[in-house]
C-alpha cells in the first residue's frame, strides 16, 4: 500500500490545472509540458472542422440509441447540448482551450459541461481516429460541391466571351509566334475544355471522398453492436470504409482532391500568363476593368494585372500543398499516426486558394473586354495565312511539300517588301506557283481562313457558336 499519495498518478494528475483538462490523463504521471502541448494541439486550426464534426457527433449519437447503447433521454440531452455549442460557435463565443488538443475534444468537454453524464457516453464505439477522418470526408465533400459551383461560373464566363467574340479574329500562336487566325471565341472554349476536365475530376474524386470511416474506432473496428450503413445514409455517405485499419489511416482522398486542384491551378495559371501578355500594350488584345487591376506607388501611367499574376504565383502553394500530403503518407505504417495531423493545413489552404481564384476569375472572364483592332492588326503581321495558300494550291493539284515550299518563297518576297502576302499582286503570287488561282485572295483573308475551318473542333465562328451552344447545354445553361 502507498503511504505516498501526493506521488499516485491520480494525485499528480489532479494537482495540475491543465492535466485535469485532458481526456486521457489518467495513465499519465506527470502533465504534459506546455511546450508539448502547444506542439501537439490542432484546435487553433481544427476548429474549422466543428460544424461537421457535431453533425457527426449527432448521426452518431442516434446510431447508439438505436442500437439501445444509448437512453432516449441521453440522446436528446446530446441533440440540445450540441445546439446551444453550435450557437456558441456560431456566435465566436465558444471558448476554445489549447490543453484540450482538438476540436474534437473541446466540443466533448463543453457538451459534458453542458448535459453531464450523457455528454462522457457519446464517446461509446468511437475513437477521434475514425472521427476525425469523418470530419475531413464531410468538410472537403461541401467544399467540393462549392468549388464545383465556382468553377460552373468560370465555365458560364467564358462560354459568354465565345458566344460575343465568336467573329474576332486574332493570331493562333504555336511557339508565341503568329501561326494560323483563330477566333478569340475558339481560345475561350480552350480553356473552357480545360476546365471542364477539372470539373470531372473533381466529381470523380468527390465519390471517393464520400465513404464513411466512422465505426472503425481506433483501428480494429469496435465490439458494440454499431449500425454503420445507418451513419452512413444520416450522413449522405454513398458507402462504408470497407476496412477499419485504411478507414482511419487513409489520406488518398485529400492527395486526389489536392492534386485535381494542382491541374486546375495550373490551367487558371496558363490563363492567366496569356492575360497578363494580353494586357501589355505590346499586345493589347484585351482590357481587364480597373476593379480587377492595381496601380504603381511609383510610375503614375502603370495599371497593372495583379490578379492574374497573383493568381499564377497561387499555383506553386497548392502544388507545395500536393507534395507535402504525398510526403505526409509515404512513411506511414498501419494505421493512425499522428502525423496525419498534419494533413489539415495543406487540404485547407489549397481548398482556400482554389475556391478565392475561382471566385475572381469567373468575374474577371465575364468582364473582359477584347479588342479586335489590336488581334486583327497582330494577326495581319504575322503572315497567318500563309499555310491557307499552301493549302489553296494543293486543292489545285500541287503535292503539299511542294505547295509549302512555294509560299515558303511567296512570303519571304512579302517580308522583302514589307507587305502582307495579299498585298501581292497575283501575276507576282503566280510566279511562286501558276496554279495560285483568281479566287486566291478571299483565302488569304483572315475570315476566309477561319471559315474554312469548318468542322467540329475547327476554329470557324459557325462552329465556335456550335461548341459554345453545346457547352452551354452542358452546364444546364
Ligand atoms: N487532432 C487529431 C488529428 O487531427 C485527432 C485524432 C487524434 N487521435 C489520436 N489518437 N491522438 O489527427
Given at each position: 500500500?502507498?503511504?505516498?499519495?501526493?506521488?499516485?498518478?491520480?494525485?499528480?494528475?489532479?494537482?495540475?490545472?491543465?492535466?485535469?483538462?485532458?481526456?486521457?490523463?489518467?495513465?499519465?504521471?506527470?502533465?504534459?509540458?506546455?511546450?508539448?502541448?502547444?506542439?501537439?494541439?490542432?484546435?487553433?486550426?481544427?476548429?474549422?472542422?466543428?460544424?461537421?464534426?457535431?453533425?457527426?457527433?449527432?448521426?452518431?449519437?442516434?446510431?447508439?440509441?438505436?442500437?439501445?447503447?444509448?437512453?432516449?433521454?441521453?440522446?436528446?440531452?446530446?441533440?440540445?447540448?450540441?445546439?446551444?455549442?453550435?450557437?456558441?460557435?456560431?456566435?465566436?463565443?465558444?471558448?476554445?482551450?489549447?490543453?484540450?488538443?482538438?476540436?474534437?475534444?473541446?466540443?466533448?468537454?463543453?457538451?459534458?459541461?453542458?448535459?453531464?453524464?450523457?455528454?462522457?457516453?457519446?464517446?461509446?464505439?468511437?475513437?477521434?481516429?475514425?472521427?476525425?477522418?469523418?470530419?475531413?470526408?464531410?468538410?472537403?465533400?461541401?467544399?467540393?460541391?462549392?468549388?464545383?459551383?465556382?468553377?460552373?461560373?468560370?465555365?458560364?464566363?467564358?462560354?459568354?466571351?465565345?458566344?460575343?467574340?465568336?467573329?474576332?479574329l486574332m493570331p493562333g500562336f504555336t511557339?508565341?509566334q503568329v501561326a494560323q487566325p483563330i477566333?478569340?471565341?475558339?481560345?475561350?472554349?480552350?480553356?473552357?475544355?480545360?476546365?471542364?476536365?477539372?470539373?470531372?475530376?473533381?466529381?470523380?474524386?468527390?465519390?471517393?471522398?464520400?465513404?464513411?470511416?466512422?465505426?472503425?474506432?481506433?483501428?480494429?473496428?469496435?465490439?458494440?453492436?454499431?449500425?454503420?450503413?445507418?451513419?452512413?445514409?444520416?450522413?449522405?455517405?454513398?458507402?462504408?470504409?470497407?476496412?477499419?485499419?485504411?478507414?482511419?489511416?487513409?489520406?488518398?482522398?485529400?492527395?486526389?482532391?489536392?492534386?485535381?486542384?494542382?491541374?486546375?491551378?495550373?490551367?487558371?495559371?496558363?490563363?492567366?500568363?496569356?492575360?497578363?501578355?494580353?494586357?501589355?500594350?505590346r499586345y493589347g488584345?484585351?482590357?481587364?476593368?480597373?476593379?480587377?487591376?492595381?496601380?504603381?506607388?511609383?510610375?503614375?501611367?502603370?495599371?497593372?494585372?495583379?490578379?492574374?499574376?497573383?493568381?499564377?504565383?497561387?499555383?506553386?502553394?497548392?502544388?507545395?500543398?500536393?507534395?507535402?500530403?504525398?510526403?505526409?503518407?509515404?512513411?506511414?505504417?498501419?494505421?493512425?499516426?499522428?502525423?496525419?495531423?498534419?494533413?489539415?493545413?495543406?487540404?485547407?489552404?489549397?481548398?482556400?486558394?482554389?475556391?478565392?481564384?475561382?471566385?475572381?476569375?469567373?468575374?474577371?472572364?465575364?468582364?473582359?473586354?477584347?479588342?479586335p483592332e489590336a488581334m486583327r492588326r497582330a494577326a495581319l503581321e504575322g503572315y497567318a495565312t500563309a499555310t491557307d495558300l499552301a493549302d489553296h494550291l494543293?486543292?489545285?493539284?500541287?503535292?503539299?511539300?511542294?505547295a509549302h515550299e512555294a509560299v515558303a518563297l511567296a512570303v519571304r518576297a512579302a517580308v522583302d517588301a514589307g507587305v502582307g502576302l495579299e498585298d501581292l499582286p497575283l501575276s507576282q503570287l503566280q510566279s511562286f506557283s501558276p496554279l495560285v488561282g483568281e479566287d486566291v485572295f478571299e483565302v488569304l483573308q483572315l475570315e476566309g481562313s477561319v471559315a474554312s475551318?469548318?468542322?467540329?473542333?475547327?476554329?470557324?465562328?459557325?462552329?465556335?457558336?456550335?461548341?459554345?451552344?453545346?457547352?452551354?447545354?452542358?452546364?444546364?445553361?
Amino acid at each position: 500500500m502507498s503511504s505516498a499519495p501526493s506521488k499516485t498518478p491520480t494525485a499528480a494528475a489532479q494537482s495540475s490545472l491543465h492535466q485535469k483538462d485532458q481526456a486521457w490523463s489518467g495513465r499519465f504521471s506527470e502533465p504534459v509540458s506546455e511546450l508539448v502541448q502547444r506542439y501537439t494541439a490542432s484546435v487553433q486550426f481544427d476548429q474549422r472542422l466543428a460544424e461537421v464534426d457535431i453533425q457527426g457527433s449527432l448521426a452518431h449519437a442516434a446510431m447508439l440509441q438505436r442500437a439501445g447503447l444509448l437512453s432516449d433521454q441521453d440522446l436528446a440531452d446530446i441533440q440540445r447540448g450540441m445546439e446551444t455549442i453550435l450557437s456558441e460557435i456560431r456566435a465566436g463565443q465558444f471558448q476554445w482551450s489549447v490543453a484540450l488538443e482538438d476540436v474534437h475534444l473541446n466540443i466533448e468537454r463543453r457538451l459534458t459541461e453542458l448535459v453531464g453524464d450523457a455528454g462522457k457516453r457519446l464517446h461509446t464505439a468511437r475513437s477521434r481516429n475514425d472521427q476525425v477522418a469523418t470530419d475531413i470526408r464531410l468538410w472537403l465533400r461541401g467544399e467540393i460541391d462549392l468549388i464545383l459551383d465556382l468553377l460552373r461560373n468560370l465555365r458560364l464566363a467564358l462560354i459568354g466571351q465565345a458566344e460575343a467574340n465568336a467573329d474576332v479574329l486574332m493570331p493562333g500562336f504555336t511557339h508565341l509566334q503568329v501561326a494560323q487566325p483563330i477566333s478569340f471565341g475558339h481560345h475561350m472554349l480552350a480553356y473552357e475544355a480545360m476546365f471542364g476536365r477539372d470539373a470531372e475530376r473533381l466529381i470523380d474524386a468527390r465519390r471517393r471522398v464520400n465513404r464513411l470511416p466512422l465505426g472503425a474506432a481506433a483501428l480494429a473496428g469496435t465490439s458494440y453492436p454499431i449500425d454503420r450503413a445507418f451513419v452512413a445514409e444520416q450522413l449522405g455517405f454513398e458507402g462504408i470504409c470497407e476496412n477499419s485499419l485504411d478507414a482511419v489511416s487513409d489520406r488518398d482522398f485529400a492527395i486526389e482532391f489536392t492534386a485535381a486542384a494542382s491541374v486546375l491551378m495550373m490551367h487558371i495559371s496558363r490563363l492567366s500568363e496569356e492575360l497578363i501578355l494580353w494586357m501589355t500594350s505590346r499586345y493589347g488584345f484585351i482590357r481587364l476593368p480597373d476593379r480587377f487591376c492595381t496601380g504603381s506607388s511609383i510610375m503614375p501611367q502603370k495599371k497593372n494585372p495583379d490578379v492574374p499574376e497573383l493568381a499564377r504565383g497561387k499555383t506553386g502553394r497548392v502544388y507545395g500543398h500536393l507534395m507535402g500530403l504525398l510526403t505526409l503518407m509515404k512513411g506511414q505504417p498501419l494505421a493512425y499516426n499522428k502525423d496525419n495531423q498534419e494533413d489539415k493545413e495543406p487540404l485547407f489552404d489549397a481548398v482556400d486558394t482554389v475556391r478565392d481564384t475561382l471566385r475572381v476569375f469567373g468575374e474577371m472572364v465575364a468582364g473582359m473586354e477584347p479588342q479586335p483592332e489590336a488581334m486583327r492588326r497582330a494577326a495581319l503581321e504575322g503572315y497567318a495565312t500563309a499555310t491557307d495558300l499552301a493549302d489553296h494550291l494543293v486543292k489545285k493539284g500541287l503535292p503539299f511539300r511542294d505547295a509549302h515550299e512555294a509560299v515558303a518563297l511567296a512570303v519571304r518576297a512579302a517580308v522583302d517588301a514589307g507587305v502582307g502576302l495579299e498585298d501581292l499582286p497575283l501575276s507576282q503570287l503566280q510566279s511562286f506557283s501558276p496554279l495560285v488561282g483568281e479566287d486566291v485572295f478571299e483565302v488569304l483573308q483572315l475570315e476566309g481562313s477561319v471559315a474554312s475551318r469548318n468542322h467540329p473542333g475547327g476554329t470557324a465562328p459557325t462552329q465556335v457558336r456550335q461548341a459554345a451552344a453545346r457547352a452551354r447545354a452542358r452546364l444546364g445553361g
